[in-house]
């Protein structure tokens, strides 16, 4: 390793980089499990996939559509439990990027962390928008005066440090769960029109002249949009080189983050339905109905049914918060990987700056803060309000990180068969990702096909759009991968070695198959 340089930490621990100082590092145990358990569900962001996400779901599978969430929790434990696998190998900054480097080598790990990048990225421009255009409703001042100084606070929270800004996810994520939690308690106790098992079933839902939803094509199409509202769960393992006892909680994090939100969102899927009535799901053009609500969101009404006028702004303020807390682990998430990236030479040294005080790559944080707002002027500009000035966002977003998903699924057997034979699992290096790469292409598929146009949507569909851009990514990242391998081929063999390394693991093999 003549080109890195190791800096012991307290744990026994050494965080192993290319071309850094001990001094320009990452701040080694500064976060617990809490902590890092709540980078995944706050940037999961459960309560904007309430209020916001499911509302095209339901259009697919109506009143079915709490069977479609489980099942998309399902798909995405799958690939959790191969991300935790890798973790308890190769915890790291780098999250993906390191894990497919890792096993399926060096070009292609390339490519996972640049797909990455605008999937993290892209969280921050759709929180701005979100948030200013909620700040709007509530206040009257202009939507880029809320979501511009979200943007520089939470920037400024992220650059204080790994510590505040985990402590702040923490207390932020347990009252969004809390309020949901409650809310949704509520409705399914006194539900409009009765409980009903067929939620969870492949039954057929009439609703009036938008025709018959649900069906086993509803629902397949309904778990597409289930199985996006999940992402996120992996950016735990972005915090690999700032949490305590990386190969024990990260694992466990990344899976007890998909396992905990799925359950929350299935229950809130449902109260919803139960709440406004599973004869009153309707069709967008109701305003009676839930898919027709004059509110910003249905779930206003809910909580203005079970709280009174109150409830209005309690689930106003919640949300808020949700949209506070996704905005900061959009940060964090981000400016690990490109710190990561930027470190290795893959990407320009200056991202690999870390500040002296902190210990946080405040370039990334400070290019990150104005890309967000550039991005959320223009796409306000272009499509107006929200919802539609969410779509090109979210499927830009949902074809980098169905993508990274697949590398990543895809490097698990190969990375355990060529560094850890005598660990190999048939179940868990072998048949779970092989089924996880089955489902990503059908959802990847679906992203594609299983759209609705939506209401004064200029140009070519959303997911249409965004598969051009995202492919454009694409292809520009395979132009500079080309140019690396010519100028700079030590830069990509720098990210095989961006990993925390225990002294005692590094001279015993790790126990066969821990537990995820």
């Given at each position: ?27 080694p ?7 890092v ?9 459960p309560?904007?996939?309430?209020v ?54 060096r070009?292609?790990g ?8 605008p ?24 939507w ?23 402590r ?9 769960i ?27 839902w ?14 397949l ?24 006892n ?19 969102l ?76 930027g ?6 040294a ?9 210990r946080?790559?405040w ?9 967000s ?12 309000a ?39 699992n ?8 092989a ?32 598969a ?17 391998r ?21 001279s ?9």
């Amino acid at each position: 390793m003549s080109s890195s340089e190791s800096a012991s930490t307290g744990t026994g621990t050494t965080t192993t980089t290319a071309g850094s100082s001990a001094a320009a590092t990452l701040r080694p145990n500064a976060v617990g499990l809490g902590g890092v358990l709540f980078q995944s569900i706050t940037l999961i962001g459960p309560g904007v996939a309430i209020v916001f996400g499911f509302g095209t779901g339901i259009i697919y599978a109506g009143g079915s559509f709490p069977l479609a969430v489980a099942l998309a929790g399902v798909c995405c434990l799958l690939v959790a439990i191969g991300v935790g696998q890798l973790a308890l190998h190769l915890p790291s900054s780098g999250g993906f990027y390191t894990f497919i480097t890792h096993g399926l080598g060096r070009s292609l790990g390339f490519i996972g962390g640049w797909l990455t990048i605008p999937a993290y990225l892209l969280f921050l421009p759709l929180n701005m928008i979100a948030f200013g255009y909620l700040g709007q409703g509530l206040s009257g001042a202009p939507w880029w005066a809320w979501g511009g100084a979200l943007t520089v606070i939470m920037a400024l929270l992220t650059f204080f440090g790994v510590r505040l800004s985990v402590r702040t996810l923490v207390v932020l994520g347990c009252i969004e769960i809390a309020v949901f939690l409650l809310l949704s308690l509520f409705l399914v106790a006194k539900p409009a029109d009765g409980n009903t098992l067929a939620a969870f079933t492949l039954a057929t839902w009439s609703n009036g002249s938008g025709g018959p939803r649900g069906g086993l094509q509803g629902v397949l199409l309904a778990t597409v949009i289930g199985f996006l509202t999940f992402t996120g769960f992996e950016s735990a393992a972005l915090l690999g080189e700032e949490s305590r006892n990386p190969r024990r909680i990260i694992p466990r994090a990344i899976v007890l983050s998909v396992v905990l939100t799925g359950v929350f969102l299935v229950l809130a899927a449902y109260a919803g339905l139960a709440g406004y009535g599973f004869s009153h799901i309707g069709t967008t053009s109701d305003p009676h109905s839930y898919l027709g609500d004059n509110a910003p969101s249905p779930w206003f009404t809910l909580a203005q049914r079970a709280w009174g006028h109150a409830g209005l702004y309690i689930i106003g303020l919640v949300l808020l918060n949700s949209l506070a807390a996704n905005f900061a682990a959009g940060y964090t998430a981000l400016s690990r990987l490109v710190y990561s990236m930027g470190r290795a030479g893959t990407l320009p040294a200056v991202f690999g700056k870390v500040s002296q005080r902190y210990r946080t790559p405040w370039v990334v944080i400070l290019v990150a803060a104005v890309l967000s707002i550039v991005i959320a002027v223009v796409e306000f500009n272009i499509y107006g309000a929200p919802p539609t000035s969410f779509l090109l966002i979210i499927a830009i977003t949902g074809y980098c990180v169905l993508l990274a998903y697949l590398g990543v699924s895809l490097a698990v057997p190969f990375y355990f068969l060529r560094a850890h034979r005598d660990q190999f699992n048939p179940l868990l290096h072998a048949v779970i990702p092989a089924i996880s790469v089955i489902l990503l292409v059908i959802v990847l598929g679906g992203q594609f096909f299983a759209t609705l146009r939506p209401d004064k949507y200029p140009g070519p569909l959303p997911q249409t759009l965004g598969a051009i851009i995202a492919g454009a990514w694409l292809l520009l990242g395979i132009l500079w991968l080309l140019v690396l391998r010519v100028a700079r081929p030590s830069a990509l063999a720098a990210g095989e070695r961006i990993y925390v390394e225990s002294a005692a693991q590094a001279s015993s093999p790790a126990p066969a198959n821990p537990a995820p």
